[in-house]
């Protein structure tokens, strides 16, 4: 089994810059390609942008193109999610999830993912 836990959530002002992490313990996250979405409230957790298993490719929901870029390092079995020029609503809970299976390509179905970690609040203010 593998553990993701998310870290680098945390109030912002609308026009900044928060970077996210995303550690995995218990298994090598290498082989999978992974994903960053998130939940407002209220509202269903929505697809943000996900990197192909080799950090090749990168697909960005359109709410986020330009500002947000996701990227991996293999050896520390993490994942980054970089955002600038935050907006208010991008206030959310933030997850990133692993794809179910390896060397699949990255979707925006969230139900192609498997492995979610616990979330890190980020919070824009106008």
């Known amino acids: 089994q593998v553990q993701l836990v998310e870290s680098g959530g945390g109030l912002v002002q609308a026009g900044g810059s928060r970077r996210l992490s995303c550690a995995a313990s218990g298994r090598t996250l290498s082989s999978y390609a992974m994903g960053w979405f998130r939940q407002a409230p209220g509202k269903e957790r929505e697809f943000v942008v996900a990197i192909s298993w080799n950090g090749v490719s990168t697909y960005s929901a359109d709410s986020v193109k330009g500002r947000f870029t996701i990227s991996r390092d293999n050896a520390k079995n993490t994942v980054y999610l970089q955002m600038n020029s935050l907006k208010p609503e991008d206030t959310a809970v933030y997850y990133c999830?692993?794809?179910?299976?390896?060397?699949?390509?990255?979707?925006?179905?969230?139900?192609?993912?498997?492995?979610w970690g616990q979330g890190t609040q980020v919070t824009v203010s106008s």
């Open positions: 999830a692993r794809r179910s299976a390896s060397y699949s390509v990255f979707t925006p179905d969230p139900r192609d993912y498997d492995h």
